[in-house]
């Protein structure tokens, strides 16, 4: 079964700084589909970016950009010019290219410090 | 805006009570989930539908039951409602040949 990982329950930033939240996954799949979703005080769950494995280039939007090491199964979350509407809970999530589920880590609470 | 909608956003109720979250989007997907979220454990897929007459468990459907009484509208419900069923709720939707999922709202339901 797949599993992703946050190590970092929590993470700190400074307004305007750059943060990295980690994220790894285990699967014997070569075709999947990787995800940050952020969730703030709403609790709405908001999708900040995707990622397909079989795309070498990293994806970016706007501040948000990632660094995925396929062969590590690394997928990592770069915020830069961290603004304080960036706080929020972020889970990263797996979904397998040939299956349906969202598979979620258990999410890293950031805060952002004015 | 084409959205993913849950009533009630907040339920309070006593164990042994019956209770049914609703969804509805008008996204036009037909594709439609029910996750559950606790603290610390992330999100976890209770039941998911990919059409109006498809209905298929999760990983954690014990002490659900859902119904998919439209392409816009997928209902959970839990029978008997427990303490240990307090958590947020969420619906999902995308669409056949999409990966993303797209969230409701949330519902939280407290069972005292």
């Known amino acids: ?114 | 805006d084409a959205d993913v909608t849950q009533t009630p956003r907040n339920r309070i109720t006593k164990t042994g009570k019956r209770i049914m979250l609703e969804c509805s989007q008008t996204k036009g997907h037909d594709r439609m989930y029910w996750y559950r979220q606790d603290p610390g454990l992330g999100l976890r897929l209770i039941y998911y539908s990919f059409d109006v007459k498809d209905i298929n468990k999760g990983e954690i459907s014990d002490g659900y039951s859902v119904s998919r009484q439209a392409q816009a509208k997928f209902s959970l419900s839990l029978e008997s409602a427990i303490p240990n069923q307090t958590a947020l709720y969420f619906c999902a939707t995308n669409r056949e040949g999409r990966s993303e999922q797209f969230f409701g709202p949330g519902t939280r339901l407290t069972v005292l």
């Open chain 1, 1 to 114: 079964a797949q599993t992703v990982t946050q190590s970092q329950p929590e993470m700190s930033v400074q307004e305007a700084e750059t943060v990295t939240l980690s994220c790894t996954y285990d699967t014997s799949e070569s075709d999947y589909y990787l995800f940050w979703y952020k969730q703030p005080p709403s609790r709405q769950m908001i999708l900040v970016i995707r990622q397909e494995a079989y795309k070498q280039q990293n994806a970016t939007e706007n501040r948000f950009s990632v660094n995925f090491q396929k062969a590590a199964k690394s997928f990592s979350l770069k915020i830069s010019d961290s603004q304080l509407g960036d706080a929020a809970m972020y889970f990263c999530a797996y979904r397998g290219g040939s299956n349906y589920k969202l598979t979620f880590g258990k999410g890293t609470l950031l805060t952002v410090n004015p």
